[in-house]
Every structure is written in C-alpha cells, then in structure tokens.
C-alpha cells in the first residue's frame, strides 16, 4: 500500500500572503474578521510569523473565499498574482459608515470638523455622506421594527414611496417615514396603522436628512452595540 506524501505547511507563507492580501486590499484586521466570521484573536494569529500550529480548514475556507484565491494558494503551493483578473480587490475595499442614533445624530450633523462614531462596513459602493442610523420606534412596524438599522443617504434624489428621514422644524430627534408625491405636494405617513399619521412635507415643516438604500434586522440591539463599542473611528461630518 502505497501512503500518500502529506505536504507540509508553512506557516510562514501563510502569515506573508494574508498580510500581502490586505495590503493590496487596504483593510486592517477588524475588517477582515467581521467580512469572514472569524475571531479578531484568529486573525492576528494567522498574519503573526510566530504561530505554533497549522490553521484548520474552517479558518482558511473563509479567507480564501473573501480574497478570491483558492487554499493551494493561501498556503503557497500556488502563486498568486495580485494582477490577475480573477482577484478583485475593488471587492474588499469598505469604508467606514458611521452608526448613528437619536442621541448622536444631531452632533453628526451639526458639526462642521470630525466627530468619534462608531461604524460598519458594506458589502456595496455608497457614497462618503452616507451614515447609517438605529431606529427607535415602533411607528414603521411591522416593516421596519425598533431597533432596525437604516442606510442614509442623502445625494439621492427623493421618489414617490421612498423610506427618508427627517427632522422637523424646531426638533432634534429625526422621523423615519414613506414619503408620497401627489404632483408638486410631498406627505410623508407612518406604517404603523395604530399612529396613522398623514403631514405635508415642506421645506419649511421638516429637514430631509435622506433616502434609506437599505435596512437591516438581522441582530439585537445589545448585540449591536456590544459589537460596535470597540470600533470606533474618526469622521468627517
């Protein structure tokens, strides 16, 4: 019986290509654990020249998928050329939105320098005055429920049964609401059929703060904040 060669891994190799790749990429080690699901503890584990023993499978699967590469050449049995087609570093670029919430949002907005939120990363193209925000509230249930985390963003030019937020005259605490266009008239209205609220929207009656491109649900409030408490980056407002 014939015993198959096992090949040896180096650890090295690996810790050199994971570095190159985020290089080439232009992400730290936060992003690349929150975009593969491992540890943060893992990843500087993998770039460290000093690891004491060969990565699993199910540590390795999510980094070459992310990176576009197969493992052969995750380990350095295959070269990979940063150059090729096939490797999409646009894929990985992300930049930081800033997560805000009722609290927050006022600062944000008012300020004319930088201001310390936390943040998330997309998996799409948005533009740099996007934010996200965490509503509070159940007047758009049930479609959107408190605590639900809304992409803003305000370049985008307002349709007919949009989702925007807005603030109105004289408040600090923003409304998220579907606008509806009658013509040159604009309402906005809740979803919530129990608040049944039907206004006019003017520029005179509210501040439009934007366009909500997408929402999410899929995690708890404490699960929320918790993840992003140690996140926190600097941005321009």
């Known amino acids: 019986m014939i015993k198959k060669k096992q090949t040896k891994i180096?650890?090295?190799?690996?810790?050199?290509?994971?570095?190159?790749?985020?290089?080439?990429?232009?992400?730290?080690?936060?992003?690349?654990?929150?975009?593969?699901?491992?540890?943060h503890s893992t990843i500087s584990r993998l770039r460290s020249t000093a690891q004491e023993s060969s990565p699993?499978?199910?540590?390795?699967?999510p980094i070459a998928d992310f990176f576009c590469i197969t493992i052969s050449q995750l380990i350095g049995e295959e070269a990979i050329n940063l150059s090729s087609t096939t490797f999409k570093p646009s894929k990985m670029r992300r930049v930081p939105v800033p997560v805000l919430t009722t609290e927050t949002i006022s600062d944000y907005l008012g300020?004319?320098?930088?201001?310390e939120a936390p943040f998330i990363y997309l998996d799409h193209a948005i533009t740099d005055k996007s934010f996200a925000y965490l509503l509070q509230g159940n007047a758009m249930e049930p479609q959107f429920p408190d605590k639900t985390l809304l992409l803003?963003?305000?370049?985008?030019?307002i349709e007919?049964?949009?989702?925007?937020?807005?603030?109105?005259?004289?408040?600090?605490?923003?409304?998220f609401r579907q606008v509806l266009i009658d013509g040159e008239e604009k309402y906005i209205r809740t979803l919530n059929p129990a608040f049944n609220e039907f206004i006019k929207?003017?520029?005179?009656?509210?501040?439009?703060?934007?366009?909500?491109?997408?929402?999410?649900?899929?995690f708890k409030y404490l699960d929320l904040l918790?993840?992003?408490?140690?996140?926190?980056?600097?941005?321009?407002a």
């Open 10 to 39: 180096d650890l090295g190799i690996i810790s050199k290509n994971i570095n190159q790749l985020m290089e080439s990429c232009e992400i730290d080690a936060t992003e690349l654990a929150e975009h593969t699901g491992l540890p």
């Open 160 to 175: 007919n049964l949009d989702h925007i937020l807005v603030i109105p005259s004289g408040k600090k605490i923003p409304l």
């Open 152 to 157: 803003i963003d305000p370049t985008i030019e």
């Open 56 to 61: 699993t499978l199910s540590t390795l699967i």
């Open 201 to 218: 929207l003017t520029s005179d009656s509210h501040t439009i703060l934007g366009v909500m491109v997408e929402s999410r649900r899929n």
């Open 111 to 115: 300020s004319t320098g930088t201001i």
């Open 226 to 236: 918790s993840s992003l408490q140690n996140s926190k980056t600097t941005v321009r």
